[in-house]
């Protein structure tokens, strides 16, 4: 028994003195791995002030969250920066935007916007402004338009192509920035070439479904694994469209409803008398900035007028243009329609129709020309053109006393409420005339059609009540003409 009691206390002063040792070695590795850091931090700083200790403010950007990884591409970029600025200072601070488009200006990226507000400032704390590289900063003329600035405020810019700071007015300098801008944009639109090229046939000889919200009746399902095999060794797959059991049937009858004579105002108005839910209370997840209260004369247009419903795959129905001579908000992107020409369409059908491909032609004559109950068609010269003053909503055409007009109050999609106000109504003729004596119009048709397709060409609403018309370039972007 004591030979025991013996033994067991040799052995627990051993794992004792193994512990402490073992914690004396961890203290002794944290110690050496500070020491070794206070070291290097002091000798950078050592030599920033041999070399005139510039200060160095570091800027980086990457631009698609989904395809990156914010601490690898800030890495190498800080790391190109680091390198290039080794002898000559150190950074201090930095400013990295994510989720941001090359071709955004910088006044229209959050932390470039911070950086040049911080510009002015006495107390910045930075004497230099240094970039990894030239396309994760600039594109185009950028650089250019920026140089003055910081000119203004003796900031100097540093670019590893430079290998140092960059000066406009050195020949050799002004020629390489223009060769790196043209060489940006270069291989923006190459890229976005192949892309857009690779999307058009998969669409329309694959009939593949290329992302996107699903329309309205449909959801997604699981379409087998992805076509590319490293792609498909990740455990992408792709997706195809199916009716969905919940919504596929009001979207055919609305169908039915349409080529039955219903009028759009009619269709969205059963809709909400039966109490369904609109696309965007069904899917608010996706319409997060739509109320989702009721249906709409343009939702339902929207449906109607939407040829995936016919089966067949359909892409590059809108497009993003951007401004880049325009220093504002839509330099980062307008969203417009094509034109249907340039609408791709599957060969073959790719999910189940809702729709016969005869009945969606047939709907949409009826949407484009509107025949009375004698066969005469109607025209309306200024549709989708006219806003209401008082209320600012779009006015719709009506045909009053055999003449074409336009009015603005209820929404015919719903019920009309105990209390509104007053009805505006405005014949076309008239309207024609009030436009004519106006001093921005004046001269420039010579006839009613002449003055609507110069409206349009020039994006000119026209702001009505009931004593005058007046154009203006400002409300256009809140009108669409393809509304019904």
């Known amino acids: ?53 510039l200060r160095f403010a570091f800027y980086g950007r990457m631009s698609t969250v989904e395809h990156q990884d914010r601490v690898t591409s800030r890495h190498w970029q800080l790391d190109c920066a680091t390198e290039l600025v ?23 990226r959050p932390q470039s916007t911070a950086l040049l507000a911080r510009l002015g400032d006495p107390l910045r704390g930075f004497d230099a402004i240094v970039v990894g590289e030239y396309e994760r900063a600039f594109s185009g003329n950028q ?30 300098h002004q020629a390489l920035i223009m060769l790196l801008g043209t060489q940006s944009k270069r291989e923006v639109q190459r890229s976005r070439y192949r892309v857009i090229t690779a999307m058009r046939a998969q669409a329309r000889e694959q009939g593949r479904y290329l992302g996107g919200r699903p329309p309205y009746g449909y959801r997604l399902i699981d379409a087998g694994p992805h076509p590319n095999a ?19 049937a009001h979207v055919r009858r609305m169908f039915t409803q349409r080529l039955a004579g219903y009028s759009l105002a009619g269709i969205a ?40 419903y016919t ?73 989708g053109l006219l806003r209401c003053g008082p209320c600012g909503r779009r006015m719709e055409s009506h045909w009053v006393n055999q003449r074409p007009g336009y009015r603005c109050g209820h929404t015919s999609a719903q019920r009309r409420a105990s209390r509104r106000p007053k009805i505006l109504y405005l014949r076309e ?13 004046a001269g420039k048709a010579s006839s009613p059609d002449e003055l609507a397709t110069f409206l349009r060409a020039n994006r000119i609403a026209v702001v009505c009540d009931q004593e005058r018309c007046a154009p203006t370039t400002g409300a256009f972007a809140q009108v669409n003409p393809r509304d019904p």
Not at 14 to 42: H, I, P
């Open 429 to 441: 003729d008239r309207i024609i005339a009030r436009l004519a004596d106006h001093p921005s119009i």
């Open 311 to 383: 089966g067949r795959q359909v892409w590059n129905r809108q497009r993003t243009d951007v401004d880049t001579t325009h220093d504002g908000p839509d330099a980062c992107g307008t969203i417009r329609w094509n034109p249907t020409k340039d609408w791709v369409v599957s060969k073959q059908q790719a999910h189940i129709a809702l729709v016969t491909e005869q009945d969606f032609i047939a709907i949409q004559a009826i949407r484009a020309h509107r025949s009375t109950h004698d066969g005469t068609t109607r025209s309306y010269l200024f549709t």
């Open 230 to 248: 490293a792609d498909a060794r990740w455990g992408r797959r792709l997706q195809r469209l199916e009716p969905d059991p919940a919504t596929a």
């Open 269 to 308: 108005r059963a809709l909400n008398d039966a109490a369904v839910a609109c696309p965007s209370a069904v899917d608010p997840s996706r319409n997060h900035h739509r109320a989702g209260e009721r249906w709409t004369l343009r939702t339902v247009a929207a449906i109607l007028a939407n040829p995936r």
């Open 86 to 108: 080794a002898n000559h200072g150190a950074i201090v601070t930095e400013y990295f935007d994510v989720g941001c488009s090359r071709r955004r200006s910088w006044r229209h």
């Open 143 to 172: 650089l250019l338009n920026l140089m003055p600035l910081l000119e203004q405020h003796e900031v100097q810019l540093w670019l590893a192509e430079t290998e140092g700071p960059v000066d406009r007015h050195n020949p050799t």
């Open 1 to 53: 028994m004591e030979a025991d009691r013996l033994s067991a206390y040799i052995t627990g002063i051993l794992r004792y003195k193994c512990r402490v040792s073992e914690d004396q070695s961890e203290d002794l590795e944290d110690s050496l791995a500070r020491w070794l850091n206070e070291q290097s931090e002091a000798g950078a700083q050592s030599r920033s002030h041999r070399q005139g200790g």
